[in-house]
Each structure stands twice: as C-alpha cells, then as structure tokens.
C-alpha cells in the first residue's frame, strides 16, 4: 500500500497563488500515475493535472495555463504550483497515487486526506 499526505492548503485572495505538495511512503518513480483532483460541495470530483512515473504531465482545461505539476524524487514528492487563483478554485484538493492503469481508470489507487483551499476576498 501507498500513503500518501496533502499539505499546503489555505485561504488566498483571488490572483493569488498557493503550492500544494503530496508526500508518498514510498518512492514515486514506482506509481504508474500521481494526481491531484478537486472536489467542490455538491460537485463531481474533478481531475486537475496528473505526472507519470516517467515525467509526462497532463491537465484539465481549467488549470492550464495557471497550475503547474512537478516533482522532487529524492522527496517523494509532488507539487501542484496554483497560479492566478480564482474563487471557482475553491474546493478540497486531493492526491492519489495510482500504481497500475486499471487504477487509475477506476478512480482507485490510494488517496490523500485531502485539504481545502479557499479563494475568496
């Protein structure tokens, strides 16, 4: 199994910018995928960008161009870098580690605690 540990959420101010960073138990270049989504009271959980074992980075529509997704290996770790931060932003983020495909097709893998992030002024 993979734990895995959201950090970096809070309040900002709209055009604000937050960085949140997901630590995994165990190195990330063995999970197939790592992802952030969101989820919104009352709204579907949403995908927000994913980084592949090998680097590959992917994501929603509404993150490019303000949202960037890395990692640090030797941390275990993975940043999602959210710019231009606007009140549609708002929402619980979290992380989750997919370690085979069919995982993360199902919306399976092993997930975070997630933790909130709120724009507003």
């Known amino acids: 199994q993979v734990q895995v540990v959201e950090s970096g959420g809070g309040l900002v101010q709209p055009g604000g910018s937050l960085r949140l960073s997901c630590t995994a138990s165990?190195?990330?270049?063995?999970?197939?995928?790592m992802g952030w989504y969101r989820q919104a009271p009352g709204k579907q959980r949403e995908l927000v960008a994913t980084?592949?074992?090998?680097?590959?980075?992917n994501y929603a529509d509404s993150a490019k161009g303000r949202f960037t997704i890395s990692r640090d290996t030797d941390k275990n770790t993975v940043y999602l870098q959210m710019n231009s931060l606007k009140p549609d932003d708002t929402a619980v983020y979290y992380c989750?580690?997919?370690?085979?495909?069919?995982?993360?097709?199902?919306?399976?893998?092993?997930w975070g605690q997630g933790t909130q992030i709120t724009v507003s002024s």
């Open positions: 989750n580690a997919a370690k085979e495909l069919s995982d993360y097709f199902r919306g399976r893998g092993y």
């Open positions: 165990e190195s990330i270049l063995n999970i197939y995928i």
């Open positions: 980084i592949t074992s090998s680097g590959r980075t």
